[in-house]
Structure formats: C-alpha cells, structure tokens
C-alpha cells in the first residue's frame, strides 16, 4: 500500500484548487493501481475517511490537532485505487459534519461552481465542489441526513445514498451509526455507475430490489413542479425493476418521523462525541 504525499499549513495552497474544496493542513494524495476499471479517474475524499499516515481533520483544527495519524486506510477509499483511481486529496466537510450548508467557520466555504456565490450545500461540501468544479471525476462524501444528496442537488452533480450498510464504513469518523452513509459523486453518468460496481460488495443479488415502492405521502410534501419533473424516472426506474406499488409510509404523518430521527440522531452524536 503507497503512503501518502502530505503537507502542512494552508499559507501555500494547493496551485490545482481553485475552488477552495480541498484540505491543505493534512492534504494527501494517493496514487492507484494503474490498471483496473477506473484506472485514468482521479477522486477526492470528504475529511472523515482514514487515510494511512495522515490526520482525520473532520472539518476541525482542535480534531486535527488531538488525534494521531490513521494506521490503515479506510475500505472504501483503498477499493477505489485498487481498481485504479488517483485520489487527489482530502475534501473539506462542515464541522464534525453538523451542517447541511457548506460553510465552514475555520476554512471557509467550497465554491458553487453551478451558482457561484451561492452556498455549495453540505456537509459533504468539498466532494462536490470538487466534482462540480471538475477539479477530479468523483468523490466520496458521507450521508446522515443529506450531506451527500443535498450537496449534489445544490451543485447539479450525481449524487447517491446507497443502503445503510452497503459501502463499508470502517475508518470513517463516526457521526451517528443508525443514519450513517458512505456514498460518492460524479457529473458523468457512467463514471457514476463504474464508481458504484467497485464499491458495492459481490452480494448484489441478495439487495437487488423486486418492485419500486412510491411514498405518495413523501410526494404530496414535494412542490408540483418538482413532482412532475420526477414522474418520467419513476416510471423509468418501476420499468427496469419490474413492478411499482404505491404505499403511504405512515398514515399518521412523515413529520412524527422527522421528530424522532432528530432525537436519535442528536443522542447518537452525542455519545460518539461529548
């Protein structure tokens, strides 16, 4: 396994970030295989991921500065750059992951490429600064509540939350084990698809899914316009699976769900961090 290219201090930048989407403190670069199906893409990791020999930073100096050098490199990033891949560095995140806007009080805020001077979304903001940017092909972020879709919706990027459980997260820093996501972002549709057969795990049948479920109740909150944009890929998506069944996910209404994944999650932070 390489070790990584790091360097300290954020005084001299980085000359291939224009956009303010990478760590300079604990910057790292890994090269990949040199062959395999994603041999020729470069990516970029969100600031949780361990990578061997180089500081988790978490969107924090007082983070970076009391926590020692990762042992090993997380699964997910070294699976990408045994199939290939370049990784160009470590991506900001908001502190410790608690936000959903992109902004960062200690390194400021990743550019919006697709409306500048507009906030790029979080917390996964970096990544998809980065993507949007064109500054690599993909990237890696993470999802509790939206930190991977909402950033990729704000930069007009691809963006997933895989399954709870599908990509690994051993050596990412913990936010909360019941919601947290390890998921990935792309402009391109196929570098989108080739990230997603490297990083999900051989077991594919046993998650392939036999009807696409339709929560009428989640679209009735979403605006008309939107509803109507989406109807084409619904049906899309119903044809390739094979069937579509339309459900209500809970007669008494979604925001009593609302309110009791922000009461989880807040106690699961807080026991992984206070």
């Known amino acids: ?124 903001s970096g990544s998809a600064s980065a993507v949007a940017g064109g500054l690599v092909d993909f990237a890696l972020g993470t999802d509790c509540g939206g930190s991977v879709r909402l950033p990729a919706s704000y930069c007009g990027i691809l963006g997933i939350r895989p399954s709870h459980g599908r990509v690994s997260l051993e050596g990412v820093a913990p936010f909360t084990w019941s919601f947290d996501v390890a998921g990935w972002f792309a402009r391109d549709a196929d570098v989108f698809a080739s990230v997603g057969d490297v990083l999900l795990d051989d077991e594919s049948e046993s998650h392939t899914p036999r009807r696409l479920l339709y929560a009428l109740d989640a679209f009735d909150l979403v605006d008309r316009d939107v509803a109507d944009a989406l109807a084409p890929a619904v049906e899309a998506a119903a044809g390739v699976i094979g069937s579509r069944a339309d459900i209500t996910i809970s007669p008494d209404g979604l925001p009593g769900w609302y309110e009791t994944f922000r009461v989880i999650q807040a106690w699961e932070i807080w026991s992984n961090h206070a």
């Open 1 to 124: 396994m390489p070790s990584p290219s790091t360097s300290s201090g954020q005084t001299g930048g980085l000359p291939y970030d224009r956009l303010g989407a990478f760590c300079r403190e604990n910057h790292a670069v890994l090269p990949g295989a040199g062959q395999g199906p994603l041999a020729g893409l470069t990516f970029a990791a969100k600031d949780v991921f361990d990578i061997a020999g180089s500081r988790i930073g978490f969107g924090n100096p007082a983070w970076l500065e009391s926590h020692p050098p990762a042992a090993i490199t997380a699964p997910a990033v070294q699976l990408l750059l045994d199939a290939g891949a370049d990784m160009a560095g470590k991506t900001l995140t908001d502190e410790i992951t608690y936000s959903l806007s992109g902004q960062n009080f200690h390194y400021g805020t990743p550019v919006n490429s697709a409306a500048p001077g507009r906030i790029p979304g979080g917390s996964s």
